[in-house]
């Protein structure tokens, strides 16, 4: 069979789906698989051990008819197709890609999500639940060695910090003064404060090590790869709702999660490779979340 998966962003959604990418490859050993995801997990999805190839949509205007034509080529020619991204653009994807076998929820689905509470499930849940309804039961952890054993290699016992989130989401920001404060007690307890995130998150790096100058800043040094491993040999991770922590979460590190008002976490936590791992905090404004609430989970 020749099967297209389809999952385009973001890095939290897209960690979220390992398990469902590893059940749709163990449930179709001899199948070709094939990703349509978005530029940023490129390198990421063609270092994982479950698909054969990875194409890049580049979400063009409905009004370009040249880049429509190209997508509609790409979305063409399989005898499955899996859509866990399940947007109305990628319902629109079922036309495009001439109606073929879908798992989603377009319209004339072979094979719907039809759950009318599904908006109102946990990522995972709702993606196991979706692929249940295609005939896929079995949902085997999946092996994550070849995500954790790149990145920077550091000797000490080090603790990360995400003070970052989408910049058109500053509302699910930890005051960045306040990861400062916790990267000192942290350095007090013997273990290095790592800062990660993108470039945009640099200031916020700087304003960390301007509280605690001991701290590293790897923001913008780091591409989803080395992540994986710099967050599965730390000690724990400790940040707001963002890609990195479900990152942290997935590897097996013990993290602590901040959420606001602006995210539900019985939506879209991060779950651990281990029960027990992860540890959500919630405050409306964030800015109201004690440092010492914080430190106590430290243990």
Not at 78 to 102: E, I, K, N
Not at 239 to 254: E, I, Q, R
């Amino acid at each position: 069979m020749n099967i297209l998966v389809i999952k385009l962003s973001a890095l939290g959604d897209v960690v979220q789906a390992f398990g469902s990418f590893a059940a749709i490859r163990a449930h179709h050993p001899a199948a070709r698989l094939t990703l349509l995801t978005t530029a940023p997990f490129r390198e990421l999805a063609e270092r994982s051990p479950w698909f054969n190839r990875v194409l890049v949509d580049e979400r063009p205007g409905w009004w370009n008819l040249p880049a429509l034509m190209r997508l509609r080529r790409k979305l063409q020619g399989y005898d499955f197709v899996y859509d866990l991204q399940t947007s109305g653009r990628t319902s629109h994807y079922f036309r495009l890609a001439g109606a073929p076998p879908w798992s989603g929820i377009a319209r004339g689905a072979s094979h719907p999500h039809v759950n009318p509470a599904r908006n109102r499930m946990h990522t995972l849940d709702r993606l196991h639940e979706q692929l249940a309804m295609a005939g896929i039961h079995d949902f085997p952890r999946p092996d994550l060695s070849w995500f954790t054993a790149g990145g920077p290699m550091l000797q000490e016992p080090y603790a990360l910090l995400a003070p970052g989130s989408s910049p058109h989401r500053l509302e699910k920001r930890w005051p960045a003064t306040l990861f400062g404060d916790l990267a000192g007690l942290i350095a007090e307890r013997g273990m290095l404060p790592v800062v990660v995130g993108g470039k945009p998150e640099r200031d916020l790096a700087a304003t960390v090590r301007a509280a605690c100058p001991s701290a590293l800043d790897l923001t913008g040094q780091t591409s989803l790869l080395d992540l994986g491993g710099v967050a599965a040999r730390a000690f724990l991770a400790v940040g707001n709702d963002t890609g990195p922590m479900h990152v942290a979460a997935a590897v097996g590190c013990p993290s602590i999660v901040l959420f606001s008002a602006a995210s539900d976490p019985a939506l879209a936590a991060p779950r651990g490779a281990v029960a027990g791992t992860v540890v959500m905090l919630r405050e409306a404004n964030l800015a109201d979340l004690a440092l010492e609430r914080v430190a106590a989970c430290l243990q």
